[in-house]
């Protein structure tokens, strides 16, 4: 597999014996290009790295409009003519019938052919296009409710209900603690002390910090009893290493905090608490009954609470933002020092990015 120094040095070449072998996400655009791609001067110290282009769909990135990322020549023209229609027009509702009418083929030969080019169905293509839509629009202020509009969800239900997004599992697959699952780890020491990153096929699945790697990996163990727990050299997870870094970054060095595609799992109520999570700004901070009020659930103060505790992914769902009506900082479940330096830095990062 790739070295990040690899990766790097064939962006900056632009080598094109490099395309298909990996992709790459600009978090400041938002898209994701070839190593050949013209579209950008090389060199940037703030890229994400996909093993496929499947993954960075996931992670919320859109393919580049110069270098093509989905299209994989002439034959798949017509597929390509669909993931554009679906990404020009993400917002609105598209049957498959009226995808198969765009490309020529039937309905069941376009979802056979377009999740064989790339990776996920034309439903699960425009679940992420919404998404990250719906992320981008709760990051330029707009309510919750306008955002989910926007973005072409229609309801709060399709947002926080959907298997397709990860957002929630049955209950027999929560139960069984990722039975059948291979679950890729990675350990770094870092500012707040030793931090354990892990993940699926899908996504992360766990980040907590702990006293050394092997409480943490018996943490993790526990987590998911089930699963097979397997140590990440970078050719069985390849984008595991960068990710991990790039939060070892944000933690250490005040780099902004990656946006990596999560395999969240609890009960129908904690993803919902925890996908709110997803839209409290940096910096910003309530407490647990307003979260509660927000999700229309204002006697639910104290199952909020719950779910915030029972959050196994740190950071990236973030329940450090959370605090109690008095604004105490009230519990985390990875020491109160970790929560108040966690909301200090983000603090200190808005006001400077802010010009305060």
């Not at 992709?23 to 994400?48: D, K, T």
């Not at 597929?79 to 049957?95: D, K, Y």
């Amino acid at each position: 597999m790739l070295s990040e120094q690899q990766m790097r040095a064939a962006i900056a070449a632009r080598d094109s014996a490099y395309d298909g072998r990996f992709f790459y996400g600009v978090p400041g655009s938002g898209v994701f290009c070839r190593p050949s791609c013209p579209a950008r001067a090389a060199g940037s110290a703030n890229l994400r790295f996909f093993a496929s282009a499947e993954a960075a769909v996931f992670a919320g990135f859109r393919p580049c409009r110069r270098c093509r990322p989905l299209d994989n020549g002439p034959a798949d023209e017509r597929l390509v003519r669909v993931a554009r229609h679906l990404e020009a027009n993400a917002e609105q509702r598209l049957t498959l019938a009226t995808l198969a009418s765009l490309a020529g083929l039937s309905p069941s030969r376009l979802q056979r052919l377009f999740k064989a080019a790339f990776g996920v169905s034309p439903k699960a293509f425009q679940d992420a296009l919404r998404m990250q839509r719906f992320k981008a629009a709760l990051k330029d202020g707009e309510t919750v409710t306008d955002a989910i509009f926007a973005s072409g969800f229609g309801s709060l239900s399709r947002v926080y209900g959907e298997a397709a997004r990860n957002i929630g599992m049955t209950p027999k697959a929560y139960r069984a603690g990722g039975s059948g699952e291979s679950i890729a780890w990675a350990c770094r020491d870092t500012s707040l002390g030793p931090l354990m990153m892990a993940a699926t096929d899908r996504g992360v699945c766990f980040v907590q910090f702990g006293d050394d790697e092997a409480a943490l990996l018996a943490q993790l163990g526990a987590e998911f009893p089930g699963a097979l727990l397997t140590p990440s050299p970078a050719c069985q997870a390849p984008e595991l290493d960068a990710w991990i870094g790039a939060l070892e970054q944000h933690l250490d060095a005040a780099a902004p905090l990656p946006a990596l595609p999560l395999d969240l799992r609890g009960t129908a109520f904690q993803m919902k608490v925890w996908r709110f999570l997803l839209g409290i700004e940096e910096g910003e901070v309530l407490s647990y009954s307003e979260l509660a009020a927000r999700m229309n659930a204002p006697r639910s103060v104290r199952a909020v609470a719950s779910a915030c505790a029972a959050n196994r992914i740190g950071v990236l769902v973030p329940c450090h933002r959370v605090l109690r009506s008095d604004g105490g900082l009230g519990g985390y479940r990875w020491g109160l020092e970790r929560k108040r330096a966690l909301l200090d830095t983000e603090r200190a990062r808005r006001s400077r990015e802010s010009g305060q």
